[in-house]
C-alpha cells in the first residue's frame, strides 16, 4: 500500500542541508520545503510575517516560533498527497512540538559539522536571491563568476553569512537545537551524520532513505521545489 514520507532536515547553518535536501528530492522524489524560501517569499512579497521576519534576521536572530509556524503549517498542511523533505524547520522545541501536533514524521535527519568547516563554507557562498539557488566558490561554483547559471542574474552574499552575524547564529542554533535533537531522539526517528563532506555523508543518508522509502508509489512522489 502506498504511504506518504515525510522527514527533515537539522543541522547548523552551512551543514549542507540544502544540498542534501536537493540530492534527496532528486534521487527519492520527494518535495524539497525549505523554511528559508518560505521566510524569503514573504520577504519579497511584503507580508506582514515577511516585514517582521526581515527585522530579526538582520540581527542574525530567529524569526519567532508563531510567525514561522503561521508561515508553515498551513503550506504542509495543503500537501495532503505529497511526500516531502521539510528543511529547515523545526529550529526550536516548540516548533517540533507543533509540527508533531500537525503530522507524524518518519525520519529526522541530523548534520553534526565541525564548527571551522561551517565557517570555511559560509565564507564562500552565494545565493540567487530569488530562487534560494546556493553556490560555493570552491565546491559548485556558479559557470560565471557572480552570476546564477540559470537565469543569469546575479548572485548575493546573504547579510546573515557575514562573519559577524555568524557567530552569533551558531551559538544560538546550538542553544535552540538540542532539546529538538533530543525529542526526535526520544520518538526513535533520529539519524545524525557527522563529517567534513557531504560526498562522505550522502551515501549514508541515501542508503538510509533506500530502506524506509520502499513502498512509496509514483503518485506520492512530487518534484522538487527548485
Ligand atoms: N524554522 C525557523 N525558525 C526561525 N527562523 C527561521 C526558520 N527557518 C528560517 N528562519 C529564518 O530565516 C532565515 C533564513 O533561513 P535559511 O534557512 O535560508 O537560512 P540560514 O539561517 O542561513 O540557514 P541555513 O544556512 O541553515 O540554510 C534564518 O536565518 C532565520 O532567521
Ligand atoms: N567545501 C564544501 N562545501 C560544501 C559541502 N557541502 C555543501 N557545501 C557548500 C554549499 C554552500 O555554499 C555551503 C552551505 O551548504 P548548504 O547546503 O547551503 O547548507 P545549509 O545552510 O542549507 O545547511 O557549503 C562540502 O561537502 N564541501
Redesign the pocket.
Known amino acids: 500500500m502506498s504511504k506518504l514520507f515525510r522527514a527533515v532536515i537539522m543541522?547548523?547553518?552551512?551543514?549542507?542541508?540544502?544540498?542534501?535536501s536537493e540530492r534527496i528530492a532528486h534521487s527519492f522524489g520527494l518535495k524539497h520545503l525549505s523554511s528559508g524560501d518560505f521566510v524569503r517569499e514573504n520577504i519579497s512579497a511584503k507580508t506582514e510575517a515577511g516585514v517582521l521576519a526581515k527585522t530579526y534576521i538582520k540581527k542574525g536572530l530567529l524569526v519567532p516560533d508563531h510567525v514561522m509556524t503561521r508561515l508553515l503549517l498551513p503550506r504542509l498542511e495543503e500537501m495532503t498527497k505529497c511526500s516531502w523533505l521539510l528543511?529547515g524547520f523545526p529550529r526550536t522545541l516548540a516548533q517540533a512540538e507543533a509540527l508533531n501536533s500537525a503530522c507524524d514524521l518518519d525520519v529526522a535527519i541530523n548534520?553534526n559539522i565541525p564548527l571551522e568547516t561551517l565557517k570555511e563554507?559560509?565564507r564562500?557562498?552565494w545565493i540567487h536571491p530569488s530562487s534560494g539557488r546556493?553556490?560555493?566558490m570552491?565546491?559548485?561554483p556558479p559557470r560565471v563568476q557572480g552570476i546564477d547559471d540559470i537565469t543569469g542574474e546575479p548572485l548575493i552574499q546573504q547579510e546573515d553569512d557575514r562573519p559577524e552575524a555568524l557567530v552569533a547564529r551558531l551559538r544560538h542554533y546550538k542553544d535552540v537545537a538540542k532539546p529538538v535533537i533530543d525529542f526526535y531522539k526520544a520518538k526513535g526517528i533520529l539519524y545524525t551524520y557527522s563529517d567534513?563532506?557531504?560526498?562522505q555523508i550522502w551515501p549514508n543518508i541515501s542508503t538510509l532513505l533506500s530502506t524506509k522509502i520502499p513502498t512509496i508509489q509514483s503518485d506520492a512522489r512530487c518534484a522538487s521545489t527548485h
Open positions: 543541522g547548523p547553518p552551512g551543514s549542507g542541508k540544502g544540498t542534501i528543511d548534520l563554507r559560509l564562500h557562498r546556493v553556490y560555493n570552491c565546491f559548485n567534513t563532506e557531504t560526498d
